[in-house]
Nanobody
Framework: VQLQASGGGEVQAGDSLKLSCAVSGRNLDSYRLGWFRQAPGKEREFVASISWFDSATYYADSVKGRFTISKDGAKNTIYLQMDDLRSEDTAIYYC??????????????WGQGTQVTVSS
C-alpha cells in the first residue's frame, strides 16, 4: 500500500482546512485508513480513522466535533476535513493504512507528512 498526503498549509485559528490522502494498493477493504499527527517535541498521536470496508469512523477526543474523516472509493482517497482549527492542532499530519491478519501483528503503512500550522 502506498499513501500520498496533501493539503496542508498555514491558517488562522478558527479557519478550516481539508487534507487528502491518495491510496494505492490491493485489497483495500481489509484496511483501516487513518490520520495521525506529530507536534514538535511530542509523540505521534492518533487523530481519526475510517474502515475502508464499511466506513466506520473513530476520532480522538481532542478533535471530535471539529474534524471529519471520509473516503471516496472511486478516487481511492481519504480526507480529513478540519474545522475550527486551534493553535494546538499545529503538527505534521500523516495518513496511515493498517491491516490486521490474525494471528500476526498489525502492519501499518505510512504516507509522507503534510504540515498544518495554525496561528492565533
Amino acid at each position: 500500500v502506498q499513501l500520498q498526503a496533501s493539503g496542508g498549509g498555514e491558517v488562522q485559528a478558527g479557519d478550516s482546512l481539508k487534507l487528502s490522502c491518495a491510496v494505492s494498493g490491493r485489497n483495500l477493504d481489509s484496511y483501516r485508513l487513518g490520520w495521525f499527527r506529530q507536534a514538535p517535541g511530542k509523540e505521534r498521536e492518533f487523530v481519526a480513522s475510517i474502515s475502508w470496508f464499511d466506513s466506520a469512523t473513530y476520532y480522538a477526543d481532542s478533535v471530535k466535533g471539529r474534524f471529519t474523516i471520509s473516503k471516496d472509493g472511486a478516487k481511492n482517497t481519504i480526507y480529513l476535513q478540519m474545522d475550527d482549527l486551534r493553535s494546538e492542532d499545529t503538527a505534521i499530519y500523516y495518513c496511515s493504512a493498517e491491516i490486521v491478519i490474525i494471528p500476526f501483528k498489525p502492519k501499518v503503512y505510512w504516507g509522507q507528512g503534510t504540515q498544518v500550522t495554525v496561528s492565533s
